[in-house]
């Protein structure tokens, strides 16, 4: 049966977590007990068994293993591996296969003895499959089982790819995908079309014969399923679960990943809480929410009876509290995101002076800012304030094939009817034609190719900004170098993709910027622009002085939306606006009907923003506050 947690801040967690700062202090740690592990076994001559995982979560603790190695002498000639599972079928030389992950990440780079290393065979025949299987298992049991088992978990639930339905005392075994299983993967892949169906996994009874079993999670995509893993009941449609059975696991997190868990999203359930302004807020507001009432009809019973009695006492009585968070609410509202001119604005989310700001929207691909804020970017132009926007990357990763084909083709019959030069440019042409014929999935295109669909999201962004408003000269096209890989990874980020950034903000000196605040995003593109840009402002403060009268928002859409509690402006939208912002989205075409990365959404990218943008405005009358037709929010960064 599962275990009984008598721990009062940790009674809703059915099975052991611990929460680290970030995932590199949780990578390290998880490191260093592999590595204790790996030398106490060498001191008794015996062999160290190892369960691997793959996927972006262990990279980290793959790497601090091999600089051990290299650093502190760590051998592996005693370790065994197994590795969880495979695609099938798959080549073990494919760039997506987990025979190259794991030589890349940490096989190639430590003294281990290749025949100690055990990954599920991908290349096998289905009739082999069985045979291999049963082998696999038996080697595990012959060597006395695994000593330790990593493991990630994937947005299904699923570990190893023990997806939904799995039973919890399954063996190896050939699976099916879940389709988002295999959407998560596109990337990897060049489009879930390519991605396998099937792969081979060990089993949950086989990861459960392990002695030490530890599952570690990264960042707020984890968190919604980690709460389900660690405080859900046990279901076969959260596959994870089943781990609460074991009385030898333990789950490695970071704070992001945490995130959702009793203690620390709502604490005042689990403990006692020091009731500051923030933390009021959001209480108060997940108190409406629960009870389905508006905020001025929350009562003391309903403070009483769902945790926040003390709150009462501290800072009641209620309905002063409820009056507090209301006007704090109404005063996030605004149809002046750049402020309101003449007027007092000690209770509005901007401010009034200078009149006319110098506003800077950084939009990290170039349908990010009609997507998340088109509605704010025009009644920002409408407004009269001097308004930029500077598009980060190319996003030329993200056009399909077929469509630089086709702005080829009409550029070669432009040119025909106006008499212009054109072998050129056909020459050209069969060359992109030639290599898409034979291009692999994920395989990077030539420069040329890279430059059509550079400047086709470069047209569509234009015309988007110039329905928005702008003239031509405050339309800013940065190309930043990170990006510029031609693949789905990116390069690091250099200090040439910072100055450059800063170059455009001395340009501007805007006393507005606004940056993408939504890190969900499936390429992991935002927060890599967002920390560009706060990079620049800080190293610009040290020595402009027009950075400390420079506000910083944040705003999302295209991917996620900010909780109610969290948003600071609030910019309603009239069903006209709403319909603007649309028509704005509609000019990235390339972007339209079905995106090169769409994510887990299936709705268009301007109908998942219409949405929540009236998903927005629907919350805050849930909560007793005006009724617009949608909203778009934002929440200031102080740096």
């Not at 789950?251 to 302004?277: G, H, M, N, Y």
């Not at 990365?597 to 943008?613: C, I, L, S, T, V």
Request: charged residues 25%.
């Amino acid at each position: 049966m599962a275990r009984l947690n008598l721990l009062e801040e940790t009674r809703f967690e059915k099975l052991p977590v611990s929460v680290f700062e970030n995932p590199k202090a949780a990578s390290l740690s998880v490191a260093k007990r592999i590595g204790d592990l790996i030398k106490e076994k060498q001191k008794n001559n015996t062999q160290a068994v190892l369960g691997l995982a793959t996927g972006a979560t262990p990279i980290a603790v793959y790497a601090e293993l091999v600089r051990m190695h290299k650093q502190e002498g760590l051998s592996f000639k005693n370790v065994i591996t197994f590795n969880l599972d495979e695609y099938y079928p798959m080549q073990p030389d494919a760039a997506q296969s987990y025979v190259s992950f794991m030589n890349e990440h940490l096989f190639d780079h430590i003294d281990i003895d290749k025949n100690n290393v055990n990954i599920p065979d991908g290349t096998l025949s289905l009739e082999e499959i069985p045979a291999f299987c049963l082998a696999y298992e038996k080697k595990i049991g012959d060597l006395g089982g695994l000593d330790i088992q990593i493991l990630g978990i994937g947005r299904t639930g699923h570990i190893g790819f023990n997806e939904p339905g799995s039973a919890p005392n399954s063996g190896t075994r050939l699976v099916t995908l879940d389709d988002l299983t295999r959407r998560d993967a596109a990337r990897d892949f060049g489009g879930k079309s390519f991605v396998p169906t099937k792969a081979i996994t060990m089993g949950i009874g086989t990861i459960f014969k392990a002695r030490e079993i530890i599952l570690m999670a990264w960042n707020r995509k984890k968190a919604s399923i980690i709460k389900k893993a660690v405080e859900g009941e046990i279901s076969s449609d959260v596959p994870a679960t089943y781990l609460q059975l074991s009385e030898h696991v333990e789950f490695i997190l970071d704070q992001d990943a945490a995130s959702l868990l009793t203690r620390f999203d709502t604490p005042w359930l689990v403990k006692d809480c020091v009731w500051d302004e923030k933390l009021t807020r959001k209480a108060v507001i997940w108190l409406a929410n629960h009870l389905g009432k508006p905020v001025l009809k929350l009562t003391e019973d309903d403070y009483n009876n769902n945790g926040m009695a003390q709150l009462a006492i501290d800072r009641g009585p209620v309905y002063n509290i409820n009056i507090d968070i209301f006007n704090k609410l109404q005063h996030t509202i605004t149809g002046w995101p750049g402020g309101k001119p003449n007027a007092d604005d000690s209770q509005r989310p901007e401010r009034a002076e200078p009149a006319k700001k110098r506003s800077i929207i950084f939009s990290p691909h170039p349908d990010d800012d009609v997507i998340s804020m088109g509605g704010t970017f025009i009644r920002l132009v409408d407004q009269k304030h001097d308004v930029h926007v500077a598009y980060q990357t190319s996003g030329n990763t993200a056009v399909w094939d077929d469509d630089a084909l086709r702005f080829v083709e009409f550029s070669i019959d432009f040119s025909e009817k106006m008499g212009l030069g054109k072998d050129e440019l056909k020459g050209l042409y069969n060359n992109m034609r030639d290599f898409m014929e034979k291009k692999q999935p994920n395989q990077v295109d030539t420069p040329e190719i890279q430059t059509v669909k550079g400047l086709i999201r470069k047209g569509e962004a234009i015309a988007g900004a110039r329905y928005c408003g702008l003239e031509d000269d405050h339309i800013h096209f940065m190309a930043l170098p990170f990006y510029e890989s031609g693949k789905n990874n990116k390069n690091p980020v250099t200090d040439l993709d910072i100055q450059l950034t800063m170059d455009l903000l001395q340009k501007v000196k805007p006393e507005q910027v606004f940056a993408a605040g939504d890190f969900e995003d499936p390429h992991g593109t935002h927060i890599v622009c967002f920390n560009i840009i706060l990079e620049a402002l800080k190293r610009l403060a040290k020595t402009e002085s027009w950075v400390k009268d420079c506000w910083l928002w944040m705003y999302r859409g295209a991917w996620q939306e900010f909780e109610t509690h969290e948003i600071e402006m609030a910019v309603p939208l009239s069903p006209q606006e709403v319909e603007r912002k649309k028509f704005a989205i509609f000019k990235h075409q390339s972007q339209k009907d079905r995106a090169v990365f769409p994510g887990d959404d299936a709705r268009e990218f301007w109908k998942r923003a219409e949405d929540r943008n009236r998903e927005t405005a629907q919350a805050y009358d849930n909560l007793g506050l005006a009724n617009y037709e949608a909203m778009e929010a934002f929440v200031r960064y102080k740096f």
